[in-house]
């Protein structure tokens, strides 16, 4: 039983799993955007966000703590410079997961989990939507069927000359 177990370990030992976390949150943030299974993505989703969080204060205490959680170097400059910049404003909330379905081969729910402030799709204002046209009643309908039928006249054929 798993009474108070909050961490979901992914079936793996300790350091394969934080192994695994690191380059996901790695690769999340140089790539602002990863597919994963669904399990995996909420596992990183914890992983990742008291790391952005820490990234709000360019401290050298707080790049060497990231650094020891993400082990590189670039990723971290990433990170410092330009995501830092992005969330400065936000609470918290800084990874959205949006489930994609189920992989083919094993039947496993993917997920696409990526950076809030990136995706342009979401952060443009949304249009209003136009009033749907609708039928209230039959009465029009009746009105368009009734419309008069011009005729046009037959033309007759002509005898032939033998």
């Not at 596992?43 to 952005?52: D, F, G, K, S």
């Not at 209230?136 to 009734?146: D, G, N, Q, Y």
């Amino acid at each position: 039983m798993r009474h108070g177990c909050k961490v979901n370990h992914l079936s793996r030992t300790h350091a394969h799993r934080v192994a695994m976390l690191s380059n996901m949150a790695t690769s999340l943030i140089m790539e602002k955007r990863i597919e994963t299974t669904l399990a995996k993505a909420k596992a990183l989703r914890v992983y990742v966000e008291p790391i952005i969080n820490r990234s709000k204060e360019d401290t050298t205490n707080n790049r060497r703590v990231v650094f020891s959680y993400l082990h590189s170097k670039e990723a971290v400059n990433e990170l410092f410079r330009e995501i830092s910049q992005k969330v400065a404003n936000r609470p918290g909330g800084y990874t959205r997961i949006l489930k994609t379905g189920i992989r083919h081969g094993d039947n496993s729910a993917m997920a696409i989990i990526e950076l809030v402030d990136y995706n342009e799709n979401m952060l443009k204002p949304i249009a209003e939507k136009k009033a749907k046209a609708t039928r209230r009643s039959r009465a029009k309908k009746a009105e368009t069927a009734e419309t008069p039928v011009v005729e046009t006249p037959a033309v007759e054929e002509t005898p032939k000359a033998e």
